[in-house]
Nanobody, 121 residues
């Protein structure tokens, strides 16, 4: 069982930067969780765009590659997302997610509460 609490986000102009954080509260060792960031824009399906596995290997969707960076600090039970060169198309509700032991595509078990990111042109 893990409880995820998100912080950060908000509004930025096109080309700007934002940072998201996700704090995990769990009785199980945090490093055993695959962690991911998802987003959902109005009228669109939830998109998996950044994942970091238990060996701390990141992977990205093409839509964010080279602009976003996912990282984790296992000592702090935390997950981060640094978003640079933001575009209006990045506007969405962003979610962090966790899954024990492996990265399951879109079927993560635990989810954060979501945070709005709005990018204006």
């Amino acid at each position: 069982q893990v409880h995820l609490v998100q912080s950060g986000g908000g509004s930025a102009q096109s080309g700007g930067s934002l940072r998201l954080s996700c704090q995990a509260f769990t009785a199980v060792t945090y490093s055993t969780y695959c962690m991911g960031w998802f987003r959902q824009a109005p009228g669109k399906e939830r998109e998996t765009f950044a994942v970091i596995d238990i060996l701390e290997r990141p992977s990205y969707a093409e839509s964010v590659k080279g602009r976003f960076a996912i990282s984790r600090d296992n000592a702090k039970n935390s997950l981060y997302l640094q978003m640079n060169s933001l575009k209006p198309d990045d506007t969405a509700v962003y979610y962090c997610a966790a899954n024990r032991d492996y990265c399951p595509g879109r079927s993560f078990t635990y989810w954060g509460q979501g945070t709005q990111v709005t990018v204006s042109s």
